[in-house]
């Protein structure tokens, strides 16, 4: 199996200002005999958005545990701020700064809302500030356009896009330097979802690094700076996001040389209008 | 069109802008509220209430003495110490765990306290602090093998109910029990010292009075910050209700002896574990470590170092429960903690409101279970009913105890509020 091809698309350069503030460089990790992550690299940079997309069991999801601290990497090296850190549990990456949604929301359904906000960060923790929290609560949910009827309903009653929004708010209630969303609209409605891109380029604006998951190519390419792919555990390209579909696509399924796959397509296609035009409804695209 | 009425009349509230949202507003809100809650299957205490109130009724009918002032100053003395005990297993039953062993463990403090304070002669309150100290230890113990070799709770436990019971034993030695020297302070503080009518009286009054500032100052600071407050009006009645009962209870005790103050520190320790289970970050980090550990760990949370506070707290409050207990019996022997200690510091936990499945549970449950529980046990005695049926009396209604929390819990998934 062939790895990155240089060809399928050049990194873009760096914002010029700055070092990356979180780094990975050969990260593996394993369960058992399945090798989820092998030599993974992975940079961003202070007010970056980089969208890690894949197939399912890629390892998007892996990757963002290890960085958030939930699973411990077999091998390489993650570097914060350019210091190599160890990060062996979700506490010490929170204390970093790393602020992550996970894909299950890992939120406390017999919580409140309020209470999940601020789950390990409650304000003054010999006599918690509740007024003070629920009204902060309620002003990041507005900010998220959430449509939550109750902040002191335990968050069982919650839709799946509720639940949604609770987790995002949260990964935002600890002023992070880098933020990782996995697939964090993938429950989300129309208003909702765009709040969500919004505020991903808020928070970029910020100067914030963010990692987000997404299987919508659209979400991906309206506010990624550079599009990371993974593909059975390792990096299969890095792309800008002006990159076709095509190319992601066949960086994501697994096409080893873009360009060729493209042509290839591009003749079959013309081979079927050749034969038969009327089996192919829409029209070739044009390459100019 | 109705929102803008809304807007007219009252300010709209923050928490208060979704439409779908019932206003409960007021007394006949909080009413309607409840009465919403109680459907839903967030029951709260009033099972425990609706079961004291029949058991009550049946015992009195069966038996005139029952609800006379005299024997529920017993009574009170003989909620303490299993009550003590059981405000521990709230402490484990809230991390969905289990811990087995407190009956042992109480035996073990209360021989401890018996051979250093009696035969060794240390001063009482240092032999005490032993005893406690001895149930922290165990707890710890507990704890590194439940974190560090992921042993179940329930297996860990049952082996130290058999070993501490070993312990015992052999603390206690050939003559198998130790009597505690009458006159002494500990031994008054189990049978005799009671609180002064006044003092019973100011303390009742100061606790409804607490209970009405903390939630005024709650409120008003919701009321400053735009939330939704609960009425003065509905406040000052409820405090004015929980103040007329305080109030009958003790004119009601005060007629025979009066207040245990053994009793006064019991309750005493639940509204501090009350405090700390709602209103510090400990408290939510236990109710959130019992819902989804997972989550907790992921959220910050050191989920290890809760799990020891846990299982050290209720050792140590089981070590605590067998002192009292030794004070009360003003010996301590090799029954002390056996038998049905055990499963009743359990039962009370979870009759009074603390689920078994873990992320649920409050203070008030130990105080309120072990007063059914003693009601049960004393109702029974007066009955001479032999100890075998007073058991299986026991288990049937930890059973349905067990039942309602199991069906509540099904029905509060049915409505959302897990
Ligand atoms: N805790 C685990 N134990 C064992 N195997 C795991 C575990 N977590 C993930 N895996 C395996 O690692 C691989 C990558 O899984 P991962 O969840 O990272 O995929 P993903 O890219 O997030 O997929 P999706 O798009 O479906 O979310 C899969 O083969 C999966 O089976
Ligand atoms: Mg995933």
Redesign the pocket.
């Known amino acids: 199996m062939t790895t990155t091809t240089e060809s399928s698309g050049r990194p873009p350069s760096p914002p010029p200002d700055s070092q990356p503030v979180l780094s990975l460089h050969g990260v593996s990790?394993s369960?058992?005999a399945?090798s989820?992550?092998t030599d993974i690299d992975l940079e961003v940079f202070p007010r970056e958005v980089v969208a890690l997309v894949?197939?399912?069991?890629?390892?998007?999801?892996?990757?963002?545990?290890v960085l958030a601290g939930v699973?411990l990497p077999d091998s390489g090296e993650i570097r914060f701020e350019g210091r190599p850190v160890h990060v062996t549990d979700p506490s010490t990456a929170l204390g970093l700064g790393i602020a992550t949604v996970f894909?299950d929301l890992a939120l406390c359904e017999n919580l409140d809302v309020v209470a999940n906000l601020f789950l390990g960060q409650e304000l003054s923790p010999l006599r918690l500030d509740e007024v003070h929290m629920e009204t902060r609560s309620w002003e990041l949910l507005h900010e998220l356009s959430a449509r939550i009827p109750s902040l002191r309903t335990p968050v069982a009653s919650l839709s799946g896009g509720q639940r949604q929004t609770v987790a995002i708010a949260r990964s935002l209630l600890l002023d992070p330097k880098v933020i990782i969303l996995?697939?964090p609209t993938a429950a989300l409605g129309v208003a909702q979802t765009a709040e969500v891109l919004d505020l991903i380029e808020r928070v970029r604006e910020r100067g914030l690094g963010v990692i987000m998951?997404s299987?919508n190519m659209e979400d991906v390419r309206a506010v990624a700076d550079r599009i990371v792919v993974?593909r059975l555990?390792r990096n299969n390209g890095v792309f800008e996001a002006t990159a076709s579909n095509e190319e992601l696509v066949s960086a994501i399924t697994g096409a080893s040389d873009n360009s060729v796959s493209r042509r290839t397509a591009r003749r079959t296609q013309a081979a079927a209008d050749a034969t038969d035009p009327a089996s192919t409804p829409t029209p070739t695209e044009a390459d100019s | 069109m109705s929102g803008t009425e809304r807007t007219r009349t009252e300010p709209r509230r923050i928490d208060r802008l979704d439409d779908r949202l019932a206003a409960d507003e007021g007394v006949a809100g909080a009413a309607r509220a409840f009465g919403r809650r109680v459907r839903a299957g967030d029951l709260g205490a009033l099972p425990v209430v609706v079961g004291l109130i029949i058991i009550w009724t049946v015992f009195q009918t069966l038996n005139p003495v029952f609800l006379s002032s005299n024997n529920l100053v017993n009574l009170l003395f003989d909620c303490c110490s299993v009550g003590v005990i059981s405000l521990g297993i709230v402490c484990v039953l809230m991390l969905g765990e289990i811990d087995l062993s407190v009956g042992s463990v109480s035996g073990m403090s209360s021989a401890i306290l018996g051979v250093l304070w009696v035969n060794h002669g240390w001063p009482v309150l240092a032999a005490a602090v032993a005893a406690v100290l001895a149930g922290a230890v165990v707890g710890l113990v507990y704890a590194q093998l439940f974190n560090r070799f992921g042993m179940p709770s329930f297996v860990v436990t049952l082996a130290g109910l058999l070993a501490f019971l070993g312990l015992q034993l052999l603390l206690l030695g050939q003559e198998g029990s130790i009597n505690l020297p009458f006159g002494s302070t500990m031994v008054n503080f189990g049978q005799l010292v009671f609180m002064p009518p006044v003092v019973a009286y100011i303390i009742a009054v100061l606790a409804a009075a607490g209970s009405f500032a903390t939630s005024a100052v709650i409120a008003a600071s919701r009321e400053r910050a735009g939330l939704t407050a609960k009425s003065m009006t509905f406040l000052a009645l409820r405090s004015g209700v929980v103040l007329v009962l305080l109030l009958v209870v003790v004119w009601y005790l005060n007629r025979d002896r009066g207040v245990p103050w053994m009793f006064g520190v019991f309750a005493g320790l639940v509204l501090v574990m009350n405090y700390a289970f709602t209103r510090t970050r400990w408290g939510r980090s236990m109710h959130a470590v019992g819902g989804n550990r997972e989550a907790a760990r992921r959220a910050g949370i050191k989920v290890k170092s809760i799990y020891v506070s846990a299982f050290v707290l209720c050792s140590s409050f089981a070590a605590l429960g067998g002192i009292f207990g030794a004070a009360r019996l003003a010996s301590s022997s090799q029954q002390a903690g056996t038998g049905d200690v055990n499963l009743n510091a359990i039962a009370a936990a979870v009759i009074g409101g603390t689920s078994l499945f873990g992320g649920r549970g409050n203070a008030f449950s130990a105080l309120l279970g072990i007063i059914v529980i003693q009601s049960i046990s004393n109702g029974l005695t007066l009955l001479n009913l032999s100890s075998s049926l007073r058991f299986m009396i026991t288990g049937a209604v930890l059973a349905v105890a067990v039942m309602v929390d199991s069906l509540a819990r099904k029905s509060r998934a049915a409505h959302g509020a897990a």
Not at chain 1, 54 to 65: E, H, P, Q, Y
Request: proline residues 0%; without cysteine; charged residues 25%.
């Open positions: 990790k369960f058992g399945v989820a992550l894949g197939d399912n069991g890629a390892g998007k999801s892996t990757l963002v545990k699973h894909q996995d697939e998951v299987h993974l555990g």
